[in-house]
């Protein structure tokens, strides 16, 4: 399923790169437009992981500067059955994590500084856990190549809205308006395409952490808490296209971002772990 979701993305992504190089410049531009797209493919397929990371100025960490770190990983990347993911470190007072990868083979995971300091040890093993879940999922890959496609869909969206304001090949002149439209559609269908993918694969990925660690009711405390305290201190310089990517938002909420959020209500989220919890209890 989630290789039909990727194939779905790259295809509905590319149409709009290449509908708004179509429109911006005509048969050259739908020209220009495909080859970068075909490019963009190719490079979020196999690049998208270190441009993440890269992006989110995540740098690999020693096992000698964080063994309990380590230690944690190790043990849940066992108990979940796949590869020890390599681990990196986001030097950020705002916590948050992700996880990234085109497979569990060349999957990685990032934590901030912040989320270390605030939460304790089985709040910590949880959030990794809920990071491993995507590893575990294989939904890392559709979420690191649409924060990348995301963005390429923004770049090229602007791009058409100035080189669009000449003539095409035709000598027809484009409509100023429409373009500045398109490049104000063409964003915001790209979110709306990652929401949709998105939101559904973070209550997989909880449901999935809280039974890797074995502990749900510690997911949803750190939940709680990382919410909270990354709304006090977000992340200024957090990328929006990588937004989809954290276990929440890295940003502050408002009207706008709550309707293009590419994650579901935190409450939700941690009603559905209680829920799990209960009935755990229960069987």
Known sequence: MNTLK??????????LMIAVGGIAGGKSGLILAFFFALATNIFA???????????????????????????????????????????HFIP????????????????AIAVTRGILDLLDAGELEAVLAHEL???RNRDILISSIAAVLAACVTTVAHWGMYLGAGEDDRGNRAN????LLMAIAAPIAASMINLAISRSREYEADATGARICGHPLALASALAKIEAQAQQ??????NPALSSLYIVKPVRNNWMMNLF??????PERIKRLQEMNYLGKSD
């Open 261 to 266: 959020s590419t994650h579901p209500p935190i």
């Open 233 to 238: 201190i977000p992340m200024y310089d957090a």
């Open 6 to 15: 990727t194939i779905v993305l790259l295809g509905l992504l590319s149409a």
């Open 92 to 107: 950020s007072d705002s916590p948050n994590a992700f996880a990234t990868g085109r497979d569990p083979e060349h999957s």
């Open 133 to 135: 879940g995507h590893v």
């Open 176 to 179: 100023p308006i429409f373009l």
């Open 45 to 87: 397929y196999w690049f998208s992981a270190p441009m993440a990371l890269r992006m989110s100025n995540a740098q690999p960490i020693a096992r000698e500067q964080a063994p309990d770190l380590y230690r944690i990983v190790e043990h849940l990347a066992t108990e979940a059955k796949i590869p020890m993911p390599t681990v």
